[in-house]
C-alpha cells in the first residue's frame, strides 16, 4: 500500500504542522521516501515479527536472516520476541481474530485516512492493538497518542461492537519506568471524540493552500527538513548575521518570535550535519572537514602478557599496585539501583532518593510542566554581607 500523506506514522507532524503536507508533496519522489539507516532497521524487525507471528516461529528461529536488507542478529531477535509475545499473550488472553502488517483505511472520513496497523487483536467487545518501536532514541508514550489512536479509529470507525480498546506500545531498546509495554485504555466513545474533534480538523487544515507550517520536535523525521527545503527554517536564518547581535534591544514580543525560530533552526543544522556525514562516510571529500575517529575514553585490554605469560588485567594490576589499583565499592546511583533486579528497588529509590536544589533552567510551556517563581533578590544575597 502506497504511503498516505496523512499517514498515522506522521501524524505528529502533520497535526502540529499542517503545511508539511504541501511542502513535502514539492519535493522530488526518491526524498519524500527516503529511509533512513535507523528506519530500515525498523522496517525489518516489523516484517521478522510479522513473519514469526504468522508463522507461529520463534524469533531465535530467524537469526541470521535478512529482512528489508538487514540482518536479524540475536540482540535485534530478543528485542521483536518481546513484541511477539505480548501480541501472542493478548490473543490467548481474548482469543478472536489476530491482525498482523493488516492494511487499514477510512476512507469514508477522509480520502487520505488509510495505512498499515502492526497487529491487532479483535475479540468484541475488546480491540487491542499494537505498535513495535524499534528505536532506541526517543521514548514513545501510549497515552494521549495520536498515532496509536489513529491506527484504531481507521480499523475500528465502522465496526460499532467493539467498545473497549487498548492501545499498547512495545519498545524494548528503551528504558522507561513503566517498563517496554505502556498501555492507554480508550471507550468508543472517547475514542470517536477525538478522533471527530481532533483528527478529521487537523486532516482538513492540512488541505488549506496557506496551511502554516510550525516548527518544533516533529521537524526531526519531516523529509522536507532532511532535504534541507523547509522556508521556515530559511526564514530562521534570515535574521542571522557575523555583527554581534544586540538582543538586549529586542522587546518580549520581539524576543519570542525569534525564539520560535529555535527549534527550525536546530532541526535544519542536525541534518545539515547528517548530510554532511553521510557524503564523506561515501568518500566525499568537502574542503574545511575532515573525518576523524569520534572521541572515546581509553580502556584496559582484558587480557595482558606478564612474563611472557597471559594474565588477566586485574591479576596484573593487583600484581604491581595491590589494592591501590581498585576503587572501593560505592553506592550506585538512583537510576542505577533502580534497574537491578530486586523487586524492593524502585519502591527503595521512590522513598530515599530526592533531586537537590539545582538552581532554574527555562523549558516550554506544554501545558503540563508547573513553572516557578524566580528567586527574590533578598533570597539570592541571603547571608551575604554587604
Ligand atoms: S521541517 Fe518542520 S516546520 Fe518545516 S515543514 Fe517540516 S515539520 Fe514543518
Not at 525564539?259 to 557524503?279: D, N, S, T
Amino acid at each position: 500500500m502506497a504511503h498516505s500523506p496523512l499517514g498515522a506514522s506522521a501524524h505528529l507532524r502533520w497535526e502540529n504542522c499542517p503545511g508539511s503536507v504541501r511542502e513535502i508533496a514539492k519535493l522530488p519522489e526518491e526524498l519524500r521516501n527516503y529511509e533512513s539507516e535507523f528506519a530500515k532497521e525498523g522496517t525489518a524487525m516489523h516484517e521478522a515479527s510479522a513473519l514469526a507471528l504468522n508463522a507461529g516461529l520463534d524469533m531465535s528461529e530467524l537469526v541470521g536472516r535478512t529482512f528489508n536488507g538487514i540482518e536479524i542478529t540475536g540482540e535485534l531477535a530478543d528485542f521483536c520476541q518481546e513484541y511477539v509475545d505480548a501480541v501472542r499473550f493478548a490473543h490467548e488472553l481474548h482469543g478472536g481474530e489476530l491482525l498482523v502488517e493488516r492494511s487499514i483505511e477510512a476512507s469514508a472520513l477522509h480520502k487520505d485516512a488509510y495505512g498499515t496497523l502492526d497487529a491487532a487483536v479483535l475479540s468484541a467487545p475488546v480491540a487491542c492493538i499494537f505498535d513495535l518501536k524499534g528505536g532506541e532514541g526517543i521514548v514513545v508514550e501510549a497515552e494521549d497518542n495520536g498515532q496509536f489512536r489513529q491506527y484504531a479509529w481507521m480499523l475500528l470507525h465502522d465496526k460499532p461492537e467493539f467498545t473497549d480498546i487498548v492501545l499498547t506500545v512495545v519498545q524494548p531498546r528503551r528504558e522507561h519506568s513503566e517498563g517496554f509495554l505502556r498501555s492507554e485504555t480508550l471507550t468508543r466513545a472517547e475514542l470517536e471524540h477525538w478522533a471527530n474533534t481532533k483528527m478529521l480538523p487537523a486532516m482538513r487544515a492540512t488541505e488549506s493552500e496557506n496551511a502554516p507550517l510550525k516548527a518544533g520536535e516533529w521537524c526531526r523525521f519531516c523529509p522536507v527538513n532532511k532535504a534541507l527545503a523547509c522556508p521556515k527554517t530559511e526564514q530562521a536564518f534570515g535574521f542571522m548575521s557575523n555583527e554581534p547581535p544586540k538582543f538586549e534591544v529586542l522587546s518580549d514580543a520581539a524576543l519570542l518570535d525569534q525564539l520560535k525560530l529555535v527549534k527550525a533552526a536546530k532541526f535544519y543544522i542536525a541534518a545539515l550535519e547528517g548530510e554532511r556525514l553521510k557524503r564523506m562516510m561515501a568518500g566525499a571529500k568537502l574542503p574545511g572537514w575532515l573525518l576523524v575517529p569520534k572521541r572515546a575514553d581509553r580502556i584496559f585490554r582484558q587480557t595482558v602478557e606478564v612474563n611472557g605469560a597471559p594474565c588477566g588485567i586485574e591479576e596484573a594490576a593487583s600484581r604491581w599496585f595491590g589494592k591501590e589499583a581498585f576503587t572501593e565499592p560505592a553506592l550506585k546511583s538512583p537510576a542505577q539501583l533502580e534497574k537491578i533486579k530486586h523487586p524492593e528497588a524502585k519502591a527503595f529509590v521512590a522513598r530515599y532518593a530526592y533531586k537537590p536544589e539545582n538552581g532554574l533552567t527555562v523549558a516550554e510551556d506544554d501545558g503540563k510542566t508547573v513553572g516557578v517563581e524566580p528567586p527574590k533578590p533578598e533570597a539570592v544575597f541571603a547571608g551575604v554581607k554587604l
